[in-house]
């Protein structure tokens, strides 16, 4: 099953997230798991959730660092699919055994150094537009 339908809502943080670049080095902690509440509890947000069903949970959160949406998913496969999808939008992917948190450079690294994981970038728009530039 594809959860296109779900990413309006991570393309809307990312929008008001902005761009942002640079290494971590700081050591990561082993990577989290459990429930998007108890993942959340753990960054200290409280979830608002968007989408509660069988394959997929996703809620905006916000706490000190920003704010990010956060999805947890029933099967690997699902949750590389909503990657996959998602990263045309742009943005941070910080990527847990069946969780991703969405939101800028620093509010990833942020949460990174809490759950662990892994970092994923979606796709560079800087400097593309939605139309051609050339002509006379």
Not at 17 to 23: E, F, M, Q
Not at 71 to 82: K, L, N, P, S
Not at 102 to 127: F, I, N, P, Q, S
Request: with cysteine; glycine share 14%; proline share 4%.
């Amino acid at each position: 099953m594809r959860v296109t339908r779900l990413l309006p809502a991570a393309a809307a943080v990312l929008a008001l997230a902005g761009c942002g670049s640079g290494g971590d080095t700081k050591a990561v902690p082993p990577t989290a798991t459990g429930s998007l509440e108890s993942l959340a509890a753990e960054v200290k947000c409280a979830p608002n959730m968007q989408i509660d069903s069988d394959e997929v949970r996703q809620a905006i959160c916000k706490n000190p660092d920003g704010r990010f949406v956060f999805a947890t998913f029933a099967t690997d496969r699902g949750q590389r699919e909503w990657i996959n999808d998602a990263k045309d939008y742009g943005g941070y992917y910080l990527v847990g055994r069946k969780w991703v948190a969405v939101g800028d450079d620093g509010v990833v690294k942020a949460l990174r150094g809490t759950l662990g994981g892994d970092v994923e970038m979606g796709t560079d728009h800087a400097g593309h537009s939605g139309h051609s530039a050339h002509g006379g």
